[in-house]
């Protein structure tokens, strides 16, 4: 019993939600902390999350026409400062290489915060004419953003993994399209494999990608109340094209600036998905994205083990579809293995002993409800696939209402004030002014502007701060 204790989680996590992700993500096998702070071991259960995600992505953005490579991981100093708000948006979060054994370098190397710098100094010499264009390409890998006080696995990490898409394109109306075509990706991923509900919208001018015209982004909510911006697009007009001389001929044979996109997703939403579905006995992972979907696990006995044994394993065969574990160790009760998958979140277990062989029945168990359904042998392949599809279903619909429920609407300081108190997010009106953005965030305790919901009324009430004719609803809420 006390092993069993200690190996489950021990606070609730609507009493300590800290401290209780941080058990989950350690005591799940999803990660480890390093001697460098702020970088985390990705262990291979988070590892083969983000693998699925990944393909998931990948695949739509391939039918896109996007292709995949990669670019150094270091930036020489001359070029990163080739694009001036690009820099000053990132300077406090770059990690430099100035010595190279015992020899110090000529010239400075950014460890990649981002990867325009490098990839449109090659944009450059690759684009001559129209012919070249549209240009789009992406890449997997891993970036280091230096600057902040207080790591979160996952959530707030100096080295994180993502996808970063780079594209170029002769038009602005090309370019505007893929903005959405890309967000289209991303929402159908997050939406339908981790079962995440976001607030889609457009960022303030404060918060946009730093270089960028401007950024979209899904904003998700937290149980401790906090917001985490998730996968984004920015369209990033001819700015970088001018600071890289990115031009070319047209068909008209006049030399022009290309029009150019970035986008991502990040590691940051496993996060996010670990956060949201969990409970208090650990992880509870969507079917679609879990690397193990059932676990069956054989109750033995001396007498009857060789029997159990041979059946649970015809059920594996027959489950061959779905990523299946069988569970014969024999140095744990089965007490104490039912206790570790619902702790590493495996949305269904199959419990089988010689009392249900008897019976010729199997007992199905779903991770998020911990519902029981007792089936006949014959029917176990159909339970189990009816219970993933309700379970995946059932996690979106938490999610959405869970956002849903937590969105207030304020239409005074003091009326935001008290709702972000009570961690929630708000919708307020907002006057369009940056100065009263700075104020917001003053006066809050630093909640800020997380998005402009894409579909606005006619009619706004007045700002939330200064009280002048608000010109759109914004998305407001605390962040990490």
């Known amino acids: 019993m006390a092993e069993e204790e200690k190996q489950g989680i021990t606070v609730k996590k609507d009493a300590d939600f800290s401290e209780w992700y941080t058990q989950v993500i350690t005591k799940s096998g999803l990660a480890d902390y390093t001697k460098v702070s702020g970088c985390i071991v990705f262990r291979p259960y988070s590892y083969a999350i983000w693998e699925k995600v990944k393909e998931e992505v990948d695949k739509r953005i391939k039918k896109l ?27 406090p979060e770059v990690a430099w290489v100035i010595q190279g054994g015992d020899t110090k370098l000529n010239e400075k190397l950014a460890v990649r ?11 450059s010499k690759w684009i001559r004419s129209w012919r070249d264009l549209p240009l789009r390409i992406n890449q997997w890998n891993n970036v280091v953003r230096w600057e902040f006080k207080h790591p979160v696995p996952f959530l ?17 109306e090309e370019a505007e399209k893929e903005i959405f075509d890309i967000l289209n990706v991303y929402k159908e991923v997050v939406e339908d494999y981790m079962a995440l509900y976001g607030l889609l919208g457009k960022k303030s001018d ?26 984004d697009a920015h369209h990033d007009g001819q ?32 996060g996010v998905m670990f956060a949201v579905h969990g409970d208090d006995k650990g992880l509870v992972l969507p079917p679609k994205i879990a690397p ?37 160790r024999e140095e744990y009760s089965p007490g104490w293995k039912f206790n570790e998958w619902e702790l590493k979140g495996v949305p269904v277990r199959i419990e089988l002993g010689p009392k249900d062989l008897d019976k010729d029945q199997a007992v199905i168990v779903r991770r998020d409800t911990g519902e029981k ?19 995946q279903d059932s996690l979106f619909k938490k999610s959405k209402s869970f956002v849903e429920d937590n969105l207030e609407e304020a239409a005074n300081i003091d009326e935001l004030k008290k709702f972000l108190d009570n961690k929630k997010l708000c919708l307020a009106p907002w006057c369009d002014s940056g100065e009263c953005e700075d ?30 004719e608000g010109k759109r609803l914004v998305y407001i809420g605390k962040t990490y």
Not at 66 to 84: D, G, H, Q, R
Not at 207 to 223: I, W
Not at 241 to 266: G, P, S, V
Not at 373 to 391: A, C, G, I, R, Y
């Open 292 to 328: 193990t979907q059932v676990v069956i696990v054989p109750i033995l006995f001396d007498n009857t083990k060789d029997k159990v044994l041979r059946k649970s394993k015809e059920i594996m065969e027959e489950l061959e579809e779905f990523s299946v574990e069988l569970d014969q």
């Open 439 to 468: 104020w917001i965030k003053d006066q809050t305790g630093g909640a800020k502007i997380l998005n402009i919901p894409l579909e606005q009324p006619k009619s706004h009430g007045k700002c939330v701060w200064c009280g002048k």
């Open 206 to 231: 404060r918060e946009r990608f730093a270089g960028a015209e401007y950024t979209y982004s899904f904003e998700y909510l937290m149980p401790s109340g906090k917001a985490v911006q998730g996968p």
């Open 113 to 123: 915060p981002t990867s325009e710098a490098i990839m449109y100094d090659s944009y």
């Open 65 to 91: 026409g996007v292709k995949n490579a990669y670019f150094p991981l270091f930036i020489p100093e001359s070029l990163l400062c080739k694009e001036a708000e690009h820099v000053e948006g990132f300077s």
């Open 373 to 391: 359904t007792v089936t006949p042998l014959k029917n176990v392949k159909k339970t189990v696939k009816e219970t993933l599809d309700k379970m």
């Open 239 to 270: 700015k970088f094209a001018k600071a890289y001389d990115i031009k070319f001929l047209n068909k008209d044979k006049k030399e022009e600036y290309a029009w150019q996109n970035t986008w991502a997703i990040t590691t940051r939403m496993l």
């Open 156 to 172: 707030r990490t100096r080295e994180f993994l993502w996808n970063e898409g780079h594209t170029v394109f002769a038009t602005k």
